[in-house]
């Protein structure tokens, strides 16, 4: 089982920020940015382009929850970056769908 999918089932610790039914957020244990949080669903999908016709919902609903999240964390004026990383190129190092939430300073582009 995914490291991921042993935080939803609480096999493994969290720094938990939200959950609702199909999703789970928490703090990232090695933050990029002074808020670093990431949005996952429950359901195991190893990668963005694992996504479909079918559940392409998910994405909209991880995006609200990072918009909801950053109100929460009063950065939605000062702005943020979600981000999601597929595949070995993009440096993606867990295998769980996850969206990344990064605020609370001012971040340059890089690739
Ligand atoms: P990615 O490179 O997009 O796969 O990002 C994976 C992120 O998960 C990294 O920013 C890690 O710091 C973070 N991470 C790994 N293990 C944990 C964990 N147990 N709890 C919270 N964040 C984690
Ligand atoms: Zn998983």
Known sequence: MCIF???VNGDLPCDKVYEDEKYLAFKDINPK????IL???K???S????VDEENKHIIG???LIANKIAEDFGIH???YRILINNGPDS???VFHLHMHLLGGKKMVFTA
């Open 33 to 36: 940015a002074p808020i670093h």
């Open 91 to 93: 440096g993606q190092e």
């Open 61 to 63: 609903d991880m995006a």
């Open 39 to 41: 949005i996952i669903p």
């Open 5 to 7: 999918c042993k935080i």
């Open 77 to 79: 004026k000062t702005g």
């Open 47 to 50: 990668y963005l382009s694992d």
């Open 43 to 45: 359901e195991h999908i």
